[in-house]
């Protein structure tokens, strides 16, 4: 299976090095999205939870949760080989307690995680360049590998169903992308560069958001009838719930 032209894009060191900066600037709510897993998560701070983080990236979230569960063990997926490397290098302070993972969620490596063995299956800024097919694929074989009772969260991009609800939050996205630009961003000089970036960004990445309503049909259908709308703001959410196995048949 090839690999898709977004773990490509992402796998330049350019683009790795600054990756982390550029989400602050046009996804500033990250952390907001990160304080919302940690606090959702009903696990005591001292257990020794285990976890999976699909899409690991330059390990934001890893480090979060590794810092609110101190003697919790994390395996780290991403598809771009560059950005694990930069995910070792942040976490190298806890690289006792990760397991990285180069691979593509649609190929997943047989004998990943035991089936079960899982406490929560998060995720963040990642499921969105999948398909729907591929999306519900993917949280069903995660539901495998979750305990009775383990949460499955996705902190990721919608879209707006109304094409006129979702032009106001683009251009609501463009200006406060304007408002913390550094100075001399060639990318950022106005509207209209900003929305070429982003318009060239996205067709790159193959992103594919999904209206809410559709994203948590998909996570039902694939076994976690538990999910729900957790947090939004305009086009970032977090969605998500317990995964009952008794439930979901």
């Not at 180069?102 to 398909?131: K, M, N, Q």
């Not at 305990?147 to 406060?176: C, H, K, Y």
């Amino acid at each position: 299976m090839s690999v898709p032209d977004s773990v490509c894009a992402y796998d330049a060191p350019e683009s790795v090095s600054a990756y982390d900066r550029d989400m602050d600037l046009m996804h500033p709510l990250r952390h907001k999205m990160a304080a919302v897993i940690l606090e959702v998560l009903p696990f005591p701070r001292e257990a020794p939870v285990g976890f999976l983080d699909l899409g690991a990236g330059t390990g934001f979230l890893t480090d979060r949760v590794l810092q609110a569960w101190p003697n919790a063990t994390i395996i780290a997926i991403d598809g771009a080989a560059a950005m694990v490397e930069l995910a070792r290098a942040r976490l190298a302070d806890s690289a006792s307690r990760v397991r990285f993972v180069v691979a593509d969620f649609r190929a997943l490596p047989a004998g990943l995680c035991a089936p079960g063995s899982l406490d929560a299956v998060v995720s963040a800024y990642a499921l969105h360049h999948l398909t729907g097919g591929e999306k519900r694929d993917l949280i069903a074989r995660a539901l495998t590998w979750l305990r009775p009772g383990g949460w499955f969260l996705n902190a990721d991009l919608t879209r707006a169903m109304d094409p006129a609800v979702e032009q106001r939050i683009q251009q609501l996205r463009v200006s406060g992308i304007l408002q913390r630009k550094p100075a001399g961003d060639p990318r950022f000089l106005d509207d209209i560069t900003t929305r070429a970036f982003l318009d060239e960004l996205e067709l790159r990445d193959q992103d594919r958001p999904l209206p809410l309503s559709e994203d948590i049909a998909l996570a039902r259908e694939a076994g976690l009838v538990s999910a729900e709308v957790l947090w939004k703001e305009y086009r970032e959410a977090v969605c998500g719930g317990p995964f009952n196995t008794h439930a979901s048949h």
